[in-house]
């Protein structure tokens, strides 16, 4: 069967075929490192993890890039704040990055370009669209000039005459039309630049995927992601500038992720709703908040609350559940039973319900529904008096292959004892602040690693169930 995939340059599906038959090429807009990252940063970090999982599990050997931005106003304000330089606050929050997504199972790129690194890169594509009559340079600052773009709208589906009636040009900018767009910043005083044909300063927001994406994977690649705040201007301007210098289409597939809602609101720093995962993730398990993501179709707004992801943790327990009682029951087993062959059959039938979900437009939402049906495939048969081992363990291979391709896992993790004696703090000081939600939560993650807690008049103590 062929994957099938909404491409937002056509608003349509379209069979998957890549360029090159069994590679895909594939760069993922990545984050502005200068503080942790949101909810909103997560979704497509999770999302875009998952395809790139579910093309490797249909063997195609995938070549992943997601760039990191080390340097822009937002990383030069928060640099002053700190006390700091640009460059440590990169450094601190890249790791951070790293740590918060790995928590929530996604794999790293096969390349995580940096634009600080890249600079070489970007200044002679600049120098290359002046010298082909799409840009200009006005007192050390460089803009595009959109109109010079025949096609600009095409991934937005805007007419250019419509974002004309929406631009203006600010007083003091330089820029010979309200619709054009800067390249390369003039260095302003004290703030961290790089020396290029115009001058000290620093390139613009958009140049740098076109830069890095035609450096890391060739003038036209097979797929071009990111969350769908960045289909316009940001993904537009990239195929303005990359197919005015190379004369070739970017990328075949554009896809773009929805955007995600908190309580029910539009989430916005404005609005003060933005929520960390650096901040979830020491409350709930980011195996759940990942499951939560791949509950909703990616291109779907989803809504989050705290509500819902204590919904989706109790769905995600019963298919652990499900998952830890077929572990248990391997032991006992036999292989005496005479349909093993009819079991192993249904079993199947569910392994390819997934595939066929996940190949319509990678839908992990009813891919999802398959795995609840499994489980309660699952559950029915360890209900049978007899059961065989070979039928336990087609079950377990199911889950394991099935939740591997979402980037879950149904195994239960064994807590060191060290960490055991922290959460058993944590839980007291919960107790004495009132906080009676994080105790109970703390109390069921407990319970749920086999540990039992017994109070005692030294204090509490605990063993292994």
């Given at each position: ?412 993790t064994e807590l060191l004892d060290e960490e055991i004696e922290i959460m058993i703090q944590q839980r007291i000081q919960a107790r004495k602040d009132r906080n009676f ?29």
């Open positions: 069967m062929a994957i099938k995939l909404y491409n937002t340059l056509t608003r349509k599906k379209e069979i998957f075929e890549p360029i090159e038959a069994g590679k895909v090429k594939m760069y993922v807009c990545g984050p502005t490192v200068y503080n942790y990252i949101h909810i909103g940063n997560a979704r497509p970090a999770i999302v875009f993890d998952t395809i790139r999982r579910y093309l490797e599990y249909r063997e195609y050997e995938v070549q992943f890039v997601s760039n990191f931005t080390d340097v822009d106003d937002k990383l030069i304000k928060a640099a002053k704040e700190l006390g700091t330089d640009v460059s440590s606050v990169a450094e601190r929050f890249i790791g951070a990055y790293f740590e918060d997504v790995a928590s929530l199972g996604c794999k790293t790129a096969d390349i995580h370009p940096r634009v600080t690194e890249n600079m070489d890169s970007i200044i002679e594509f600049i120098d290359k669209l002046i010298e082909k009559g799409y840009a200009y340079e006005a007192e050390g600052d460089v803009y595009y000039k959109t109109r010079s773009f025949g096609e600009y709208g095409k991934l937005s589906h805007q007419s250019i005459d419509d974002l004309r009636s929406g631009a203006r040009i600010e007083v003091g900018e330089k820029k010979k039309d309200s619709l054009d767009f800067v390249l390369w910043k003039a260095a302003k005083e004290g703030e961290i630049s790089w020396d290029s044909p115009w001058g000290r300063g620093r390139p613009g927001w958009h140049i740098e995927c076109s830069a890095m994406a035609k450096k890391y994977l060739g003038d036209t690649i097979d797929i071009h992601a990111g969350g769908q705040d960045l289909t316009f201007p940001h993904h537009e301007n990239e195929i303005a500038q990359t197919e005015a210098l190379t004369e070739k289409p970017f990328a075949k597939y554009w896809i773009h992720n929805g955007y995600i809602n908190i309580n029910n609101e539009k989430m916005s720093k404005s609005l003060g709703n933005f929520v960390l995962v650096h901040d979830i993730v020491k409350h709930h398990d980011p195996q759940v908040l990942r499951f939560f993501m791949l509950s909703v179709h990616y291109r779907h707004p989803i809504n989050y609350s705290d509500e819902l992801l204590e919904s989706t943790r109790n769905a995600f327990d019963r298919l652990k559940t499900s998952y830890t009682n077929l572990k248990h029951r391997v032991e006992s087993s036999t292989n005496l039973t005479s349909n093993n062959e009819e079991w192993t059959r249904k079993i199947n039938e569910f392994r390819e319900q997934f595939v066929k979900e996940m190949d319509d437009d990678f839908n992990t939402a009813n891919a999802i529904s398959i795995l609840f049906e499994l489980s309660k495939l699952a559950n029915y048969y360890l209900q049978e008096k007899n059961t065989a081992e070979v039928v336990i363990q087609a079950f377990v291979e199911a889950f394991d292959e099935l939740a591997e391709i979402l980037g879950l896992s149904f195994k239960q939600a994080l105790s109970d939560e703390i109390r069921d993650k407990l319970k749920e690693m086999n540990i039992i807690l017994e109070d005692t008049p030294q204090g509490i103590r605990w063993k292994r169930g």
